[in-house]
Structures are given as C-alpha cells and as structure tokens.
C-alpha cells in the first residue's frame, strides 16, 4: 500500500468538472468522510488513514 491522495474538483454548473488541488491524505487510506465541520453547511473531507493511523481534514474553502 502507498499513500492515498484526495483529488478536488469543482463543478462548472454545466456537468463538467475542474481540477483544482491534489491533497495527500494517509497511507492506506480505508474511510473518508463530507459533512459540515463548520456549520456552515458546506461540506468539509474527513479521511482516515489506517496504516499511518492518521486523519486528515480538507476544510472547504470555496466562496459562499
């Protein structure tokens, strides 16, 4: 197992998609996570990584 990475994209509004970043979340990533950290009801990424025993959180900060 090698490490796990996280891709973001952002929708345009028209079915398509653009990358934005590459994120490194773990090694051997198992469980991931959106839910709304902030209460701002955007979601947020949340990542576990189970052979680095390690969590990762990617806050969304994207203009409201």
Known sequence: ???AGA???RNNGDRTFSFIE???IGLGS???E???LH????PDLITMGAL???VAVLAN????
């Open 1 to 3: 197992m090698g490490l």
């Open 52 to 54: 680095s025993e390690s």
């Open 7 to 9: 891709m973001i994209y």
């Open 39 to 42: 209460n701002d009801r955007r």
């Open 22 to 24: 590459h994120h490194t």
């Open 30 to 32: 198992q469980a991931g």
């Open 61 to 64: 900060r994207t203009p409201r």
């Open 34 to 36: 959106a839910a709304s």
